[in-house]
């Protein structure tokens, strides 16, 4: 689990390595594929399989993106088997299902980081049926209350492979890494 944890923040603890010089190209790649009457407010980040690295590129990338100026937010949208809330030492209990449920302030759910630009909604109480959830009005509602606050909101994602969630989520976002 430790070196799973080097990996998840390889580009703040260790900014030189190659690793983190890595997570930098895929950065300017992203902030370099939209046009100017684009933009660039929402990512999801996923994988096809479990364990392929998809919550340690979406802390990265958060990671990045905060060092580059950008105001991020990082969502745990994987209610099945959420992590970012081990990876920054953080309460699970609270987040993104309080959020779409709108039963405690947003204040509350979106944590600052040690790092300036970055804040942190954990993933929360876990509803029945996450992907019918991640579908409804009522998570782009809050998605949208998101987008008022920063200028990205980075979704780290169940695998496509294992659920279809990351699919619902990908066809409402800018892009998918």
């Given amino acids: 689990k430790k070196s799973r944890d080097v990996v998840a923040l390889v580009t703040l603890t260790h900014p030189k390595e190659p690793m983190a010089e890595a997570f930098k190209a895929i950065r300017t790649g992203l902030l370099f594929s ?38 991020v937010i990082l969502v745990d949208a994987d209610f099945r088997r959420p992590n970012l809330h081990e990876v920054f030492r953080r309460g699970r209990n609270v987040g993104l299902g309080n959020l779409i449920l709108e039963d405690r302030p947003e204040g509350e759910l979106i944590t600052d980081t040690e790092l300036p630009n970055l804040r942190l909604v954990c993933s929360g109480p876990t509803p029945p049926n996450p992907s019918e959830i991640l579908g409804s009005p009522g998570f782009q509602r809050v998605v949208d209350r998101l987008k008022e606050r920063c200028d990205i909101v980075i979704f780290d994602t169940p695998p496509v492979g294992a659920v279809t969630d990351a699919t619902v989520l990908a066809a409402r976002a800018d892009g998918v890494v």
């Fill in 34 to 71: 939209v046009t100017e009457n684009q933009a660039l407010s929402t990512i999801v980040v996923t994988s096809t399989t479990p364990g392929e690295g998809k919550t340690s590129t979406a802390c990265n990338l958060a990671i990045v993106m905060a060092q580059a100026g950008r105001r």
